[in-house]
């Protein structure tokens, strides 16, 4: 079992739209959502497998991204979403700091400064 991203926009979308493209998610394997338009799946399909599924439910002008985990870092995810990315990885997620930059500052130190 792999752990995928799916991510997507659709663009002036029906309430029918979104249903049926959650529904077409949660077919293909353990589905959780973690924010409105992003969902972790655990499932034995490939990223071409599920993008192929879900691309029956996008229209030209949508978009959809769908890619699985390498690594990870969360503030204020779900518990289930948090509770399967972890299985997938095998490690408690990366501790973020408590002091955060300053506004418009990066978060990442390698970031350049602009």
């Not at 752990?3 to 959650?22: F, G, M, P, R, W």
Request: proline letters at 7%.
């Amino acid at each position: 079992m792999r752990t995928l991203l799916v991510c997507y926009d659709l663009i002036n979308a029906t309430e029918d739209q979104y249903h049926a493209l959650h529904q077409a998610i949660s077919l293909i394997g353990i589905a959780e959502r973690v924010q409105l338009s992003v969902w972790t799946v655990q499932t034995s399909k490939s990223v071409v497998q599920v993008r192929d599924i879900l691309k029956l439910h996008i229209r030209q002008r949508d978009r959809l991204f769908v890619c699985e985990f390498s690594a990870y870092a969360s503030i204020n995810t779900p518990p289930g979403a948090v509770t399967q990315i972890a299985r997938a990885f095998g490690l408690p997620k990366m501790p973020l700091s408590p002091k955060l930059p300053s506004l418009n500052q990066p978060i990442n130190p390698l970031r350049r400064k602009i």
